[in-house]
């Protein structure tokens, strides 16, 4: 375990279904975000909070739908989705604005597959 | 833009040296991190460089050139298990971009 502990590790939904990723880190750190990561891509930002608000949203569609109840938890809302949305959502979580040498901390992530 | 170059595949065997190359453009620089991602796994924070020169953490080493935009990543004597993808990234625009990774495969 990294720390940052994500649910479900595996998730298989419809296009119709709604579902929910669920991420939780008890680090100490206020900011958190989620990436998505598709084979043979970089992985990409979708979204950033910072103390429980959100602060980037990086032109992702709007069947994504972000939520930071508190400084420990995020979700990730699907509803919607595409086949191409199928892939491996990491959930990360740092301490704000510090460009340092510890990095990000990330979970293991959600394998997600749309069918 | 932003973005960050890297091999995407090195082969390398059981007990030598590899060096994983890592070019970038950003505008601004803020360091060049590392990261390591095992099949099925987290991405694991290895090194950071925010100055020019030699970062040393046992068998790993980092190094930057500002002046080049570029940078690597050094394993020496390399194990199985090093076998992973290996991702370096930089800070643009308020936020952590990743190049595409290298997967990295140690033969016996």
């Known amino acids: 375990e990294t720390g940052v502990t994500q649910t479900p590790r595996h998730l298989v939904m419809g296009m119709t279904n709604k579902k929910s990723l669920k991420c939780e880190q008890h680090l100490g750190h206020n900011a958190m975000y989620w990436y998505k990561q598709s084979a043979k891509k970089p992985l990409e930002l979708m979204f950033v909070?910072?103390?429980?608000?959100?602060?980037e949203n990086n032109s992702v569609p709007s069947r994504f739908s972000p939520e930071c109840p508190n400084s420990s938890h995020l979700f990730l809302h699907l509803h919607t989705l595409q086949p191409e949305d199928s892939a491996l959502y990491l959930c990360a979580s740092s301490q704000e604005a510090v460009r340092s040498n510890y990095g990000y901390t990330f979970g293991s992530g959600t394998r997600l597959t749309v069918v | 833009g932003q973005s960050l170059e890297q091999p995407s595949e090195v082969t390398a065997v059981e007990g030598a040296i590899v060096q994983i190359n890592c070019t970038y453009q950003t505008s601004g620089f803020y360091g060049l991190s590392w990261y390591q991602q095992h099949d099925g796994g987290a991405p694991t924070f290895l090194s950071y460089n925010a100055l020019d020169g030699l970062e040393e953490t046992g068998r790993f080493s980092s190094f930057l050139s500002r002046s080049d935009s570029y940078g690597y990543l050094l394993l020496q004597e390399l194990q199985m298990k090093d076998s992973a993808s290996y991702f370096c990234?930089?800070?643009?625009?308020?936020?952590?971009?990743f190049g595409q990774g290298t997967e990295l495969s140690v033969k016996p």
């Open positions: 990234a930089t800070w643009g625009g308020g936020k952590l971009i």
């Open positions: 909070y910072s103390l429980e608000e959100r602060v």
